[in-house]
């Protein structure tokens, strides 16, 4: 029966509780095995009757307010480019999948001149799977000698809790981490932003998780910007490391060294631009183009690296691939090379603001000057003109926000996103269509008059939408521990 049981989770979820209650249960043999039969029977004819829609993981908890950035912090200094803590990511161990074939038979992607190599470095060159004992969560839950609403003591004791060298693998710098205490979760982040950290600047945030958010954010939520004055010295000791000192300890923080050379897996359509390649916390990268025609942004897969997710099609599309973990959604472009275009995210993710809410946050920061990220932000975004620097962030705001390239649609349920693909795909542009969340601005329409005019009534021109900016830091950021 133990046995079986794992394969039933597969078909019914929602069981899982009914089943563990069995399988944990302490009374005599006859009784549990009669109990056993019971939750068997029961989820297999709740199997048979279950439909083989994708599971809806989107829908627990999913607030309709949704905004889509994350909220600003009570207190966040007003200097140069801050740290915004989004989603933390637990990379260290990223294995390679397959995307599922199914019906998408001519899926293979073209060989890349030169090869390509994983450029995930695991510690001590060594590929162990992370492993997490449930014992470390449940002692941690329980422990209340640390003052958890003072920053500057978590700060010391995540500090303390570094290894003497770690590789920061989020492309906007962030180090991030998950904290168990005091009968709550924490997410949060160390980031050394660019820019900066050459003025000796080091930030860090964190927040108290929630898994399935129910209205408003409340809990603890923390930040500060760390510097000399607080003992925190930071150094440049290579071009892409920097030691952090704080008493006593020195720690290196590696960043992640980026290729920034155009894809080499599919062709570009006419009219595209490729701005750069990105590292989301998520462990899944990335390839921002940008629409010169059209003057828009969107995200495709970046299948030359490792990708840590399984994609398997969505049911009803068989161009449409569904990644198992992160919950993102891919259009497959079967004109240009079979290239994955990102098309929706969860929902669900953006309210609890885990590692799985979108690229958006992991611009390649390290790589401004090259990539020249803000010169497109501006085309896509007139509005911007002259309000922007090098990294998005805005100059005539007195606090530090950021522009945020949030274009995909985030859904609900599966079956909103079924509908949002249909209406994708039927759209003249698709990915104008996802690049505007599917809300397009429509004309105002010409009302003729009675009497006529010597200049002709013409349309109202389409509005330039501008984006909303991103607050920088984020105390929410959602790292979960692979398990």
Sequence with gaps: MTKIVPRLRNYLPEANQAIERVLMSRNSRPIFIGRGIFALTLV????????????????????????????????????????????????????????????????????????????VVFADNNPDQ????????????????????????????????????????????????????????????IRLPAGARDEGELSFAYFEFEEFPLGARSGI?????????????VRQVEPHAYNVEFEGKTVKFKFHELRQDRPQSFPLGAGETFIQRTFDESGIQFFLLFNRVENYFFWVLNEEEIVPDTLNPLPGHDDVLLAKKSGFAFYVDAAHGNRKVLSAIRRLSVNRNDYYDGP???????????????EFMQRAYPGLRDRIDKFGYYLDQTRPLRVAISTYYTYLSSADLNQFMTRMKAAPDPYFFASRGGVVP???????????????????????????????????????PAA
């Design 130 to 189: 992370y492993l997490l004992f449930n014992q470390r969560i449940i002692e941690g839950l329980s422990s209340f000698d640390l003052d958890i609403t003072n920053v500057n003591e978590v700060f010391k004791h995540i500090f303390n809790g570094l290894p003497d060298e770690v590789i920061v693998y989020p492309s906007e710098n962030y180090y991030y981490f998950v904290l168990y205490a005091e009968e709550r979760q924490f997410w949060g982040n």
């Design 221 to 233: 939520t923390r930040s500060k910007f760390f510097n000399e004055p607080d003992g925190v010295f």
């Design 44 to 119: 297999l004819i709740m199997a048979c009757t279950t439909s083989n829609e994708v599971e809806d993981t989107a829908t627990a908890g999913a607030t309709p307010e949704l905004q889509a950035t994350i909220a600003l912090f009570e207190s966040v200094p007003t200097l140069t480019p801050v740290t915004e803590i989004v989603e933390p990511t637990a990379i260290s161990t990223a294995v390679a999948t397959t995307p599922s074939q199914s019906s998408l038979n001519n899926a293979t992607l073209p060989a890349i001149p030169g090869g390509s190599t994983p450029n």
């Design 360 to 374: 958006f946050d992991q611009l390649a920061d390290n790589y401004a000057d090259e990539t020249n990220v803000s």
């Design 442 to 480: 429509i004309p105002t329409p010409v009302i003729p008059t009675a009497a006529p005019t010597e200049a002709p009534a013409t349309a109202t021109p389409e509005p330039t939408p501008i984006p909303v900016p991103t607050p920088e830091p984020t105390a929410e950021a959602t790292a979960v």
